[in-house]
């Protein structure tokens, strides 16, 4: 592969030209006071906070354009920002540099119903748009945990409950506008359906996590809210039941929009927070979507395969209300495992593994949770094989903190020994640029050297994914 | 962006060289005879041939990385070959060149039944992984035209007609092994059903026809057969009453496995080929896979959609003769078509646009062939805003050559300008690279520093999608 382009330091004089002309141009939506700083390196993220050098609030990919083009000529850094929900560090700035807050680019351009797509900016949040469809018929449906914006969401591929049905954002972007590190602005398609004309940038763009470009709109699909919706509860004597299910109504092709499964410490934890009276066993939450007659046919063969995988009693909910009370609880697991330890702080990590090996890779988790003494409740989207750990830990305890990140490294390793990936959709950032090398051996200079094409002076979000 | 590395061209000498150490490591399997030759550079397209300089057949990924790092030594250029089915002279070597037939790299590696994934060799066709795959009741969808083997497919993000519901190439491989310009070796991603992990790598050769890196083994993904299937076949008035009973469909979320618009110039030509006596209208031909119920269900309500849209009669098969029959006319339009002008050749096209502009471009492509005087049966995948032309044509007759040639320039700026792409599922090749630009702009620049990055001496399928 091509040499290294040297990254040339930014020099401190840089920096303050660089402020001091974005001050002059962007009056008070430029900040550089310590607690806006230290907001927009704070993450959801455990990893030690760093702040940019200052904040400037952009409104325009125009703008977003100038402030890159004012940055790269004095190789400052940039740090993109869109809800500040990502889990890794993605937006810490360890050289310092310019974060550009996108949260205030929220149009939503157009809504194309007959093509079933739109185009919006980058700050605009899933809940925004689907409260804008709400008279359309209309929805989007990928669903991160958080509040989060489609550029945040983009650039760390995330996805959430529905991507069993509707997939990831990957399967979800039309094209994308971004501002490449000499501020130029690119546009990686059209509004197609599909295209196979030249090399994929959207896709390259999406999952880059703010280091080879900077999304500042994006063309996603829709889709048309399904004629009727049940969702089912059911709990298993066993892990390897609730797999096994899920895997058979997969192979099934039974129309699941969701597939969820909560190990029994995290039932608990539901219980106890949202006053549920759930069996505390392994549960599968799912969600059916279609006509009301093909709904009602595909529970009733779930309920036939729950029943030779020792699952039971099944129990399901029609009604919107008692719907909303079930996914509520699952949205709320975070605060729901938070309540298991009072004053702790938590800890956030996922793996996805190929479906056949999930049950095995969380039984050995869970000896080795039980083994180091922690509380980690466990979540995961069963059918994308993904599955997400909230372990409690005293920030303040070294020790524990060290033992909590033996505790990730061993996890990840035995989801990459079963065929799995370091991370389904939290992405790398800084937490797991250990892990990167493992997976993809010299694919890592492939990825190097097309950010360093992209990038040659590392100034797009630098210290991620991986050391260049 | 970067500057370009120079391409040095080959030396005549670096040539022989390579010839001699191929044809002593290879024996029979290295072959330069101009037969040899010119059925490689020879594809379906119309493009003149420009055969490469040799042949050689390889059996392993090993032998791949072998053969591109003697290539890559003395700048010879490595042209991958798979069936030999591209349309728009993706395999012709304008700088003559090593053409590495990969169509012996037949072996399916493991299939994974719980996983719904496989694992195969890049020369694998997709008729040999679904025989393979009887038993097991799974199948995979992606149905281009002709004959054609993993590795092209993927490198040309080729679909077909099931793309409406389980998409193109590009959302069914979960991850590569590919060979590099400097013989590297790299692997992609793991068999997790998604990932957050690092850039995307897979996306980015798929649709890079071969000139990032040579395909050697593919992950992808596998569907339960559906318990049943159902073919519809539905002529109407107009086209717009077509695109517009698609469009309703795909809102209601009809689970479709297929639908497919045939002009009535296309009907025609398949009642002769096909002994078929549908009434020689804009036409759909449909599929719906499910339980039995709800085929049923969205059977029914397609027909009532229909109606509202001066559709019918409706006639439906449920029986597998009777399936197979319809759509082996449909995957016969390719010589249905040529039967409307024997001794004729013919020029393949296709674009996509989005579905709400179908019926427009359509038509507005009906007038233009009209006014040329052409004969020009279409035929479309409309779930995806994808249509395909087969244009009769003496190819002796340079100026009618140049008069198609003319009219393709149309329908693909037609097609641009309306937010459409030159091409929905063919490829660049030699064919579009001049309608790049138009559709990417300085996105241009982006496509050719990743190139520049990976393949610093442009030996890889060079003279492809982009000027460098």
Redesign the interface.
Known sequence: ??QA?PAAPMSEGGLSDVMSALSGQFGDRFAAGEAMREQHGHTLSWIPNEPPSAVVFAESTQEVSEIVKLCASQRVPVIPFGAGSSLEGQLNAPSGGICIDLSRMTKIIEV??????CVVEAGVTRQQLNEHLRDT??FFPVDPGAESTFGGMAA????GTN?VRY??M??NVLNLTAV?A?G?????????????????????L???EGT?GIITELTTRL??I??SAVVAVCPFETLEGACNTT?TA????L?MARIELLDALQVKACNQYSKLDLPELPTLFLEF???P??TR?QVE?LREITEGEGGGPFEWAEREEDRNRLWKARHDVYWASRGLGPGLDAVITDV?????RLAECVNETHEDIARSGFVAPLVGHV????FHLLVLVDMKNVKQVNEVEAFVDRLVKR??HM??????????GQG?MK??RA?????????A??????D?HNILNPGK??EL
Not at 184 to 204: E, N
Not at 352 to 356: F, K, L
Request: overall charge negative; glycine content about 16%.
């Open positions: 592969m091509t382009a194309h119903a007959d093509d079933l797509d018929g209309l760390t591929r995330a996805s991507a997939g990831t990957a399967d490449m000499n130029d602005i690119i546009k990686t398609g059209t509004r197609a359906r599909k295209t196979a004309a030249g090399y994929d940038l959207t896709h390259l999406m999952g880059s080879l889709y048309g399904p004629e895997i997969i192979q099934l092709g129309g979507h279609g006509s007659a093909a046919e063969t996805c593994v190929p479906i056949s059918g994308d094989g993904n989801a990459q065929e799995g990936t370091c991370t389904g959709e939290h992405g790398i797991k892990h990167l997976e993809y051996g010299s694919g890592i200079e492939v990825m050297a097309i950010k360093r094409s992209l040659p994914i991986f």
